[in-house]
């Protein structure tokens, strides 16, 4: 199969989902064709123009390869063209942090952000931060490939370590949040969390992380409205279109982050 990707250079300003999990049958998202359309019918009626489809990747639970992907997404998108919605599908995948991802990644085998070979979504254990990860991650980075740790809100211990976090980023790695933790979905706890964690410009996208077309959906605008409420438009659109957009293009995604102060008037509708 031939690999390709696809460019955004005539698309204007829309939301840019990066983290779903809408190809059929392959984790824990979309069961069947019937549920991913579904899904890309929520996404189309919440604004978002364009998504990535990242499937788990985790040894001995879900062992999705590279080319499987490709094919599976290829297959959704004729699909989406036949059912009359307007929703490319780019591919990409959900990486577990283990030991041997830079090997499999020289390999070959990793499949990055829409296959241009630049990022790599990388996800954390839930209840803590090895030991390894910054090992792992730099010789991600040797290969001229930038990790994105997926949901970091969502990590026991960068919601307890902030400063880890804080240290990824000033290395290069990006950091994405879910747009339900920042509208309460996982809890006032998770909700802080990735607040701070925008706040203090640790972050540089929103994604849906979307599982099905309800409760965890793929939907941003709900998570852009209170980027915007909080920190203005400006920051909000840098976190679901520009930044986005340069990741599907494999173009720099700037390090510092750091949103707007608050004028009197985002204060007063806190």
């Known amino acids: 199969m031939s690999e390709k990707n696809y460019s955004l250079s005539t698309i204007h300003y829309q939301l840019i989902d990066l983290h779903t999990h809408i190809l059929p049958g392959v984790d824990d998202g979309a069961r069947d064709m019937e549920q991913s359309l579904a899904m890309a019918k929520v996404a189309i009626k919440d604004g978002i123009t364009m998504?990535?489809?990242?499937?788990?990747v985790i040894r001995g639970a879900f062992n999705n390869?590279?080319?499987?992907?490709l094919k599976k997404v290829e297959s959704l998108n004729i699909s989406l063209e036949k059912s009359g919605k307007p929703l490319p599908i780019l591919p990409g995948a959900e990486y577990y942090l283990e030991t041997d991802l830079p090997q499999r990644l020289a390999d070959g085998e990793l499949l990055t952000i829409n296959n241009t070979g630049h990022y790599l979504m990388v996800e954390l254990p839930a209840a803590m931060v090895p030991e390894y990860t910054e090992r792992i991650l730099f010789e991600i980075q040797l290969q001229g490939v930038t990790p994105i740790i997926a949901h970091p809100e969502r990590n026991a211990g960068l919601a307890k370590h902030p400063e880890?976090?804080?240290?990824?980023?000033?290395?290069?790695i990006l950091a994405q949040v879910t747009s339900h933790s920042l509208t309460g979905l996982f809890g006032k706890t998770?909700?802080?969390t990735a607040r701070g964690f925008l706040q203090r410009g640790l972050i540089h996208l929103?994604?849906?992380?979307g599982h099905a077309a309800h409760g965890r959906s793929p939907v941003l605008s709900q998570a852009c409205q209170e980027i915007e409420n909080r920190?203005?438009?400006?920051?909000?659109?840098?976190?679901?279109?520009?930044?986005?957009?340069?990741?599907?293009?494999g173009h720099p995604v700037p390090a510092t982050q750091q949103p707007p102060g608050k004028t009197w008037w985002q204060r007063l509708r806190r």
């Not at 880890?164 to 290069?172: H, I, S, T």
């Not at 929103?206 to 992380?209: F, L, N, Q, V």
């Open 206 to 209: 929103i994604a849906s992380d």
């Open 65 to 69: 390869c590279k080319d499987d992907i």
């Open 231 to 249: 920190w203005g438009p400006q920051y909000a659109q840098t976190l679901t279109y520009e930044n986005p957009h340069l990741i599907i293009n």
């Open 190 to 192: 998770v909700q802080r």
């Open 51 to 56: 998504l990535a489809a990242t499937p788990h």
């Open 164 to 172: 880890l976090l804080q240290a990824f980023a000033e290395r290069g």
